[in-house]
């Protein structure tokens, strides 16, 4: 078997084709509505997350956003970032908040520096309410990541309902709130980590696996059930620059029946579904 390619940028251009498409709509029948409004809170010069806000505020104009962007020093205190925080909280026109991670090292407060934020203003669905909400199964602000792992699903016509999800890790930013996303499409979930018992045995019994633990290759093809779905949620940047996923993509490939390759995959769908949750923020707010 050779399994089909889960392609996150076809997917995720879709997703904002049909943002752009509802900003359009919605100040063509209100000329004098403004546009939503994103706002980018970089701290330092880590190259990566320096590429990843261009791409987002790019992506973002392409849609009809507006973008605003603080862009502070790698030793930016507390009171700083919390101050632009503040700003844009305040500022009525920024619907969209997001705090680019990871923050310096010299700053280790990223867990206070999210709770500041509106949760109604809460782009990347991390603050402690939407968490919350999201348990409950009433979050409309969801974490982009796994947002994107459920729309990649569902587009390429996997049906989840009864279905054994394996989530391999346990983060707050993709591992439990993929789990709960879902269990919200009942699926069956069951969810891994590092002490996971024959962990091996546990992948493969499910249906769709969901790897995200940071590990390059970290899943093997032979834990892979034939047919089974496989989301890698996983970016490792290895010595020669090139990047890898968590899965052993060339042997899960030959079992599994679907799968997102690395780069290309779910990569694709944060912006997307950060656009997203900007738009729900945005429609909300003006009714």
């Not at 509802?22 to 100040?27: K, L």
């Not at 809170?41 to 990843?52: C, E, F, M, Q, R």
Request: proline content about 6%; hydrophobic content about 45%.
């Amino acid at each position: 078997m050779t399994a089909t390619l889960i392609d996150g940028k076809i997917i995720s251009a879709q997703v904002r084709e049909r943002i752009k498409n509802t900003v359009a709509d919605v100040r063509a029948k209100s000329p004098h509505a403004r546009a939503p409004g994103l706002a980018v809170i970089l701290v330092g010069d880590n190259p990566a997350s320096k590429t990843y806000v261009a791409n987002k505020g790019k992506a973002a104009r392409e849609c009809g956003f507006e973008t605003f962007d603080a862009v502070l020093p790698h030793n930016a205190t507390y009171e700083q970032v919390a101050s632009a925080i503040e700003s844009f909280n305040l500022n009525p026109a920024v619907d969209g908040i997001l705090l680019q991670l990871p923050l310096p090292k010299e700053l280790d407060c990223s867990d206070r520096l999210i709770s500041l934020i509106d949760p109604q203003k809460d782009a990347d669905g991390l603050h402690p309410v939407n968490q919350g909400l999201l348990m409950q199964g009433r979050a409309e602000l969801k974490p982009c990541t796994p947002a994107g792992c459920i729309e990649l699903l569902e587009q390429s016509g996997v049906s989840l309902a009864g279905k054994h999800a394996v989530v391999i890790g346990r983060s707050i930013l993709v591992g439990k709130p993929a789990a709960l996303l879902l269990l919200e499409k009942h699926a069956t979930v069951t969810i891994a980590h590092s002490k996971t018992k024959d962990l091996a045995a546990v992948v493969k019994s499910a249906d769709i696996v969901v790897a995200a633990v940071g590990i390059p290759e970290f899943v093997k093809g032979d834990w892979i059930r034939e047919g089974a779905v496989v989301i890698d949620v996983g970016i490792n940047r290895m010595p020669d620059g090139k990047l890898k996923g968590d899965v052993d993509f060339d042997a899960a490939s030959r079992v599994a029946s679907q799968i997102t390759p690395v780069p290309g995959g779910v990569g694709p769908m944060t912006i997307a579904m950060l656009l997203q949750n900007t738009l729900t923020a945005y429609l909300k707010k003006i009714g």
